[in-house]
Structures are given as C-alpha cells and as structure tokens.
C-alpha cells in the first residue's frame, strides 16, 4: 500500500511538472482567424508560426486586403507570477508573408509584426491568451505601397503537448 501512495504521489508530480514544448490551437479576433502553432525551444521563449485569413484594409476606401497571412514570430515570455503563478506576458517580432487581393487572383505582400499580449495557463494542457498584434506591410497593386495594419485584439486558445 505504501509503494502505491509514493508511486501515486511520484507521477502526480511529475504529471503536474510537465514541461509542455508545441502547442496548436486557434487565434480569433474580429479581422484575425489563424490557426496557430508555438514551439518552446527555451524556458523564455517560443517561436510562433500563424497561418489564417486577415483584412487589412476596407472596401470603401478601395483597398480590400482580405487574404491569407502567414507569420512567424520570435516571443520572449516574461513571468507575472507576483499577480498569478500561471500568468505570463509575452512579446515578439516577426515577419509576415501575404495575399491581399481577392480570392480569385492574388497579390502578395510581405511585412514585419510585432506582438504583445498575455496567457494564462491552466492546470490542464489547455492555455489561453490575449494578444494584439501591429503590422506594416509592404502591399504592391494596392494604391498604397505601404500600410500600416492595427489589428483588433484577439483570444488564443491553444493545446499544449
């Protein structure tokens, strides 16, 4: 009986400090949808790749940027465990490759982002975040070359493994 309860207590250790190092979830804002994958290759960092639909732009003003996006983004993880031990901020640069015409033929861009934002990570594999993520993008074909994207905020929900 005592070798169960210290197998027990062992592996409910262990399975509490599990050091997770992919996670894939979603990324949904009001011009965001992507699907996202993180890769922890140190204990302050993680390299984030993003692939989804963005709208850059309005249809008024002639300039529809509705494509693709994908971004991949250096972050540095910073502790805020003096208000949650499970709370983080994160913030990151990175570069973006894009398609901002219409669906039927393309016109591609590419741009530099920055990213900021905070996670919470539960005690399951589950983390949930808030992040808001700037852009200038060189957009050719489009009226203005250069564009300066202030997307909305949005929520990750990702799982980690």
Same mark, same amino acid.
């Given at each position: ?71 991949? /983004? &250096? ?6 465990? $003096? =208000?949650?031990? !499970?709370?983080? @901020? ?54 203005? /070359? &250069? ?6 905020? $949005? =929520?990750?929900? !990702?799982?980690? @493994?």
């Amino acid at each position: 009986m005592i070798l169960i309860l210290v197998l027990a207590t062992t592996m409910a250790g262990i399975l509490n400090a599990q050091v997770y190092r992919n996670a894939l979830g979603l990324r949904l804002g009001y011009d965001a949808l992507e699907i996202t994958y993180q890769n922890t290759p140190g204990i302050s960092d993680r390299l984030e790749l993003t692939f989804g639909v963005n709208t850059l732009g309005h249809a008024q003003t002639g300039i529809l940027c509705r494509g693709f996006v994908l971004n991949g /983004i &250096y972050l540095w993880v910073n502790d805020l465990s $003096s =208000v949650s031990a !499970r709370l983080k @901020w994160v913030l990151g640069l990175g570069a973006a490759v894009l398609d901002h015409g219409s669906l039927t033929h393309g016109m591609y861009g590419a741009g530099v982002t920055g990213q900021i934002g905070v996670e919470y990570a539960f005690h399951s594999p589950w983390l949930l975040s808030l992040d808001y993520r700037p852009g200038f993008y060189w957009l050719p074909g489009s009226g203005n /070359i &250069y564009r300066m994207s202030w997307n909305s905020p $949005s =929520v990750d929900l !990702r799982y980690r @493994w």
